[in-house]
């Protein structure tokens, strides 16, 4: 079975610092894709990055970049010069194509305060 | 980006009440979902439906039943829940179900506390 797990709970950063949130996966797959979604206090889920497991190079989204080690299978998320807005869970997620493909496996999320 | 809509925002209901938890996408989406999202634990995935058609019932008790009327409606129905079934369900949907890079797009979700 896939797992995902993030093993902070909640992490604060202050404002225009950096921060890292990690993601560690459990697979037998050498295909997937990973995905990190941020959920504000509006409660909406949205995208922020996803890095395909081929692909060597790290995936980047203007302030976010992922730092993806397939061998330990580590896939943490850099916040750099944190915003207020930045605030919010953070969840790590996994597909691949077993099965259906229909499942996304998802983290317990990370809570991420940003200190004025 | 917005574009999938849940109602109502919260709902408190009875063990013994029926109702239903309505999601509507304006995105031209294919694939609709139902997840649950219960504190401290991962989001689990309830249904699928691809097209119309249900793809995914992830082991989920028949008090749930969904209803796909068309690609841009789901509707997840309840009756005779139980407390433990308090949560938020979250709807999304995506361009169709299959290809693995697909992005999710969810609704704000329906907080549900079961007296």
């Known amino acids: 079975a896939q797992t995902v797990t993030q093993s902070q709970p909640e992490m604060s950063v202050q404002e225009a610092e950096t921060v890292t949130l990690s993601c560690t996966y459990d697979t037998s797959e050498s295909d997937y894709y990973l995905f990190w979604y941020k959920q504000p206090p509006s409660r909406q889920m949205i995208l922020v990055i996803r890095?395909?497991?081929?692909?060597?190079q790290n995936a980047t989204e203007n302030r976010f970049s992922v730092n993806f080690q397939k061998a330990a299978k580590s896939f943490s998320l850099k916040i750099s010069d944190s915003q207020l807005g930045d605030a919010a869970m953070y969840f790590c997620a996994y597909r691949s194509r077993r099965g259906t493909g229909n499942q996304f496996y998802f983290g317990t999320g990370t809570s991420l305060t940003v200190i004025p | 980006e917005t574009g999938v809509t849940q109602t109502p925002r919260h709902l408190v209901m009875g063990m013994t009440n029926k109702k239903s938890l309505k999601c509507e996408q304006h995105l031209g989406h294919n694939a609709m979902y139902w997840y649950k999202q219960s504190a401290k634990k991962p989001l689990e995935l309830m249904f699928v439906?691809?097209?119309?058609?249900?793809?995914e019932n992830n082991s989920v008790p028949s008090r749930f039943s969904p209803e796909c009327p068309n690609s841009s409606h789901l509707f997840l129905h309840l009756h005779t829940l139980q407390p433990e079934d308090s949560a938020l369900y979250l709807c999304?949907?995506?361009?169709?179900?299959?290809?693995?890079?697909?992005?999710?797009?969810f609704g704000s979700g329906t907080q549900l506390s079961v007296l």
């Open positions: 890095q395909e497991a081929y692909k060597q």
């Open positions: 439906y691809n097209f119309k058609e249900q793809t």
């Open positions: 999304a949907s995506s361009q169709e179900s299959r290809r693995l890079n697909e992005k999710l797009f």
